[in-house]
């Protein structure tokens, strides 16, 4: 067989370059990946060398010679470069294979029908070469699409960078994103240790599901610090981030709503913030800045939030362990009931009374009276600037009771302090 080969071989070289073009039609009929990526005399040459390594290869087969693989690799990895499919390129080779045994048959009965018997032992050997030639072709491809997603995904995440750390102008990253330079756009930051789940989070640059229309397009950045999700909101409400994030089971918090890219790291700053209002126990939570403002003020002005702690609450704070829990525990349920005595004595499991009398304690302990506006914002924002002192659990009050149900009708919002 190998004699054959070499008296046909002027023949069998003329006749794989119209095999090439014949399949080259083939290929970018049926596939137009190609000829978006090559063009039909690229993609002429590339099945050109195809088809001569497959026919090298079984000569060098033949002759008990181990097939040479460089070049099927370097195949893989350039088309894998240049992003052609690997189906596209695995349906082409084999097309090609079906194609070069019919040339090398045909080459044959031209040179010799007497020799096709002979021919037929080599099918078995040509088969065995293409096998070889199409895994290396494979194995090639998916290293260089790995090495290629993984400088996208740190392309995109360096990107993202840029746009929540403000790092430059936002024009350029914005548009590399597929974000328009003018929208609504939000920024969402997850407490460190989130745990992805379902759903969750995904590469960086992770635009989500593009099928789900009814969602928010996601762009996710995770770092050692936590993960951060750019929201392009589109027509959808602010609060829709809150049912994206539910799943994820997280602590979080959410920015406002910001129109322009160049924006997006003021609002990944205020979503830190948002982030902090959240309570640290109790369980998940998705904290939207603009819901928990008198917060966010209290926890962006440390030096000044202890200074609050101190003017206005300090002689609760002076208490022993369990007087301070209880009064404190008191005011925040009183303040989460809006003010009414009745349902934070449901929710404290004690009586009305009870709830009254020590509101008027710590209304004598600090100077404040819970019927004055004014004094109700200072022991509010003073309560705040406790409880995001997470780090100090002397000064943190305990949980407070679950709800024990409705507020009986006709309960009303009204200061424990008696008419005088």
Same mark, same amino acid.
């Given at each position: +067989?190998?004699?054959?080969?070499?008296?046909?071989?002027?023949?069998?070289?003329?006749?794989?370059?119209?095999?090439?073009?014949?399949?080259?039609?083939?290929?970018?009929?049926?596939?137009?990946?190609?000829?978006?990526?090559?063009?039909?005399?690229?993609?002429?040459?590339?099945?050109?060398?195809?088809?001569?390594?497959?026919?090298?290869?079984?000569?060098?087969?033949?002759?008990?010679?181990?097939?040479?693989?460089?070049?099927?690799?370097?195949?893989?990895?350039?088309?894998?470069?240049?992003?052609?499919?690997?189906?596209?390129?695995?349906?082409?080779?084999?097309?090609?294979?079906? +194609?070069?045994?019919?040339?090398?048959?045909?080459?044959?009965?031209?040179?010799?029908?007497?020799?096709?018997?002979?021919?037929?032992?080599?099918?078995?050997?040509?088969?065995?070469?293409?096998?070889?030639?199409?895994?290396?072709?494979?194995?090639?491809?998916?290293?260089?699409?790995?090495?290629?997603?993984?400088?996208?995904?740190?392309?995109?995440?360096?990107?993202?960078?840029?746009?929540?750390?403000?790092?430059?102008?936002?024009?350029?990253?914005?548009?590399?994103?597929?974000?328009?330079?003018?929208?609504?756009?939000?920024?969402?930051?997850?407490?460190?240790?989130?745990?992805?789940?379902?759903?969750?989070?995904?590469?960086?640059?992770?635009?989500?599901?593009?099928?789900?229309?009814?969602?928010?397009?996601?762009?996710?950045?995770?770092?050692?610090?936590?993960?951060?999700?750019?929201?392009?909101?589109?027509?959808?409400?602010?609060?829709?981030?809150?049912?994206?994030?539910?799943?994820?089971?997280?602590?979080?918090?959410?920015?406002?709503?910001?129109?322009?890219?160049?924006?997006?790291?003021?609002?990944?700053?205020?979503?830190?913030?948002?982030?902090?209002?959240?309570?640290?126990?109790?369980?998940?939570?998705?904290?939207?800045?603009?819901?928990?403002?008198?917060?966010?003020?209290?926890?962006?002005?440390?030096?000044?939030?202890?200074?609050?702690?101190?003017?206005?609450?300090?002689?609760?704070?002076?208490?022993?362990?369990?007087?301070?829990?209880?009064?404190?525990?008191?005011?925040?349920?009183?303040?989460?009931?809006?003010?009414?005595?009745?349902?934070?004595?449901?929710?404290?499991?004690?009586?009305?009374?009870?709830?009254?009398?020590?509101?008027?304690?710590?209304?004598?302990?600090?100077?404040?009276?819970?019927?004055?506006?004014?004094?109700?914002?200072?022991?509010?924002?003073?309560?705040?600037?406790?409880?995001?002192?997470?780090?100090?659990?002397?000064?943190?009050?305990?949980?407070?009771?679950?709800?024990?149900?409705?507020?009986?009708?006709?309960?009303?919002?009204?200061?424990?302090?008696?008419?005088?």
């Amino acid at each position: +067989m190998e004699r054959i080969i070499e008296e046909i071989r002027e023949d069998l070289s003329r006749r794989i370059t119209v095999t090439a073009d014949r399949l080259a039609d083939r290929t970018l009929a049926e596939d137009p990946a190609y000829a978006a990526l090559l063009g039909r005399a690229g993609l002429r040459e590339r099945i050109r060398l195809d088809l001569r390594q497959s026919v090298e290869g079984l000569e060098r087969a033949l002759r008990g010679l181990p097939v040479e693989l460089a070049d099927a690799r370097a195949t893989g990895a350039l088309l894998a470069e240049r992003g052609l499919p690997l189906a596209s390129l695995l349906r082409a080779r084999r097309h090609g294979g079906r +194609m070069v045994w019919q040339t090398l048959g045909e080459a044959v009965a031209a040179h010799d029908p007497a020799a096709l018997p002979r021919l037929l032992p080599a099918a078995a050997v040509l088969w065995d070469v293409l096998e070889q030639l199409t895994d290396a072709l494979s194995d090639a491809y998916r290293r260089a699409e790995t090495a290629r997603c993984d400088r996208e995904r740190e392309h995109r995440a360096a990107l993202l960078d840029a746009l929540l750390d403000g790092a430059g102008p936002a024009d350029g990253p914005a548009a590399e994103l597929g974000l328009p330079g003018h929208g609504r756009f939000a920024v969402a930051v997850l407490a460190p240790g989130a745990s992805g789940g379902p759903g969750g989070p995904g590469d960086p640059g992770d635009p989500g599901d593009p099928l789900d229309a009814k969602a928010p397009r996601v762009l996710w950045r995770i770092r050692a610090d936590g993960e951060t999700a750019l929201v392009e909101l589109g027509h959808h409400p602010l609060e829709s981030v809150r049912e994206l994030l539910g799943p994820l089971g997280a602590r979080a918090g959410v920015s406002p709503v910001v129109e322009s890219p160049g924006d997006l790291a003021r609002a990944r700053r205020l979503a830190v913030l948002a982030l902090r209002t959240a309570p640290a126990s109790g369980g998940p939570c998705t904290a939207l800045l603009d819901e928990r403002l008198p917060s966010a003020l209290v926890a962006s002005q440390a030096e000044l939030a202890g200074r609050l702690r101190q003017v206005v609450l300090g002689p609760v704070l002076g208490l022993p362990a369990e007087d301070r829990r209880v009064l404190l525990t008191t005011l925040g349920t009183w303040l989460t009931c809006q003010g009414s005595t009745t349902h934070a004595a449901q929710r404290l499991y004690c009586h009305r009374n009870t709830v009254s009398n020590r509101l008027r304690r710590l209304e004598r302990l600090t100077g404040r009276s819970l019927a004055d506006p004014a004094h109700v914002v200072e022991l509010a924002l003073a309560h705040a600037a406790v409880l995001q002192r997470v780090n100090d659990p002397a000064t943190s009050p305990a949980p407070q009771a679950p709800p024990a149900g409705p507020t009986p009708a006709g309960t009303v919002r009204r200061s424990p302090r008696p008419p005088a």
